[in-house]
């Protein structure tokens, strides 16, 4: 009897795990019945949720393209014209990141070496590897390392990395707030915590934007609404045990 409700655990999540991997993409769930390997096309396209950060980064680009706006590093007393930095967070399929750069080029037309990958199975930007990810996080905050000196110089935008797409490396060790003004989290991690740890990461002191949006997009009738809401009633119980004599550390109601 024991045994068998172990299997059932087992089984349910399973069934949980495929349910995110649908969701996220079907191309990442084996039965999916796909045969030939995708397109960066064919593989964003076939998930709504990744079509519709899509859309979103494009016309963050179609904003910049037709206003033209300048961000003020006060630190170097300069401008620094151009797009803001935008980062695409999710722990699974990281394998199809490529894909993800790819659609960004061919189909948004981004400049190739404006995508960066940070990632536990390899750094790049556009398709240079880099054995370190702060090397891509420098770009993404536009600057890099004068070998000689040891101090950082300012990128031209032409350099820097407009889109930034990262599993869970880029939770910690790491600081990407300076020119970031969006967050999307396509695959919900299960701690509460951890969610306030990546958001962390571009929304904290030394961003030059006075605010930062974090887009978490959710398909309807399945398991992301399910997600979504275990997360939020976790950190309400956590909150309520912070709770002390009136005064209240809120971890996240939002």
């Keep these: 009897e024991e045994g ?24 990442l769930f084996k039965c999916s019945g796909f045969k030939e390997e995708p397109t960066g096309k064919m593989y964003v396209e076939a998930s709504p949720k990744l079509l519709y950060v899509m859309k979103c980064i494009e016309s963050v680009k179609e904003y910049t393209e037709k206003n033209k ?3 003020y590093n006060a630190k170097d007393k300069v401008f620094i014209g151009g797009m803001s930095g935008q980062i695409i967070y999710m722990n699974y399929g990281v394998s199809a990141f490529p894909l993800i750069r790819d ?58 990395v407009k889109v ?28 509460p915590t951890d969610r306030i740890q990546l958001e962390g990461r571009l929304w904290r002191q030394g961003n030059k934007f006075g605010n930062v949006r974090v887009v978490t997009p959710l398909m309807a009738d399945c398991i992301d ?25 809120d971890l996240d109601t939002t």
Aim: net charge neutral; proline share 1%; hydrophobic share 35%.
């Design 4 to 27: 068998a409700k172990i299997g059932a655990g087992v089984r349910r999540l399973q069934c949980l795990m495929w349910g995110r991997q649908i969701a996220l993409n079907p191309y």
């Design 164 to 191: 930034l797409i990262g599993s869970e490396s880029i939770k910690e060790g790491i600081n990407l707030q300076d020119f970031s003004s969006v967050l999307y989290n396509c695959f919900l991690d299960f701690n």
């Design 225 to 249: 609404v399910f997600m979504f809401q275990k997360l939020e009633d976790k950190t309400e119980r956590i909150n309520q045990i912070w709770t002390r004599n009136g005064q209240v550390n």
């Design 103 to 160: 659609y960004l080029v061919s189909e948004l037309g981004f400049n190739i070496n404006e995508i960066g990958i940070i990632a536990g199975s390899g750094n790049y930007i556009g398709k240079k590897k880099y054995e370190n990810k702060q090397s891509v996080a420098n770009a993404f905050l536009g600057r890099v390392i004068n070998e000689e000196s040891g101090e950082y110089e300012l990128l031209s935008d032409e350099k820097r």
């Design 69 to 71: 706006p300048r961000i």
